[in-house]
């Protein structure tokens, strides 16, 4: 949803039923993460805003999620849709995010490898790295959110970043 005037709050529906309302801020950045989730499973999202009265008025596309236990990403691999883990770990070759999301409900660790946000969405609890684990933000419309500890004795490459 592009344009929230007139919005009072959003409604985050998972699988046709509601989760969570978010008040609309003046600072208009809004942000919901589902932490009441099952590994291994997909759920549908979609977001609906809602009037003072607590009347729909716009509605988003619905989003599929794919939910993982811990994930360990040895070899270049490309998101094809959004993604929530436990924790990821990211021993060797390239994880592209190419304009999804990925959460991270616990720790990023990044012994070796590369991981380049291409206009997606990044967040985690705390994020690790050593002298071989990069972030490649290359976009305006990279994003990483890290909610606790960030640690990082590598590389980092940013154009134009967003920090949270």
Known sequence: MEDVSGLASFAV??????????????????A??????EANANYSYEVYGLDSEGVQVQKSESVL?????????SSDYTLTE????????????VLDLAD???????????PDGRININ???LECENYISNNYGH??????????????????????????????
């Open 32 to 37: 919901y993460t589902d932490t009441n989730v």
């Open 13 to 30: 529906y998972r699988d046709g039923a509601e989760i969570a309302n978010v008040a609309v801020t003046e600072e208009l950045a809004y």
């Open 119 to 121: 206009k997606g969405y």
């Open 135 to 164: 972030i490649y933000m290359n976009d305006v419309n990279s994003y990483m959110s890290v909610k606790g500890d960030f640690s990082i004795n590598g590389n980092y490459s940013a154009k134009e970043n967003h920090w949270s």
């Open 82 to 93: 959004n993604k929530i883990v436990k924790n990821l770990t990211v021993t060797r070759g």
């Open 100 to 110: 999804y999301e990925l959460i991270v409900l616990g720790d990023i660790k990044m």
């Open 65 to 73: 999620v794919e939910v993982v236990d811990n994930w360990t990403v």
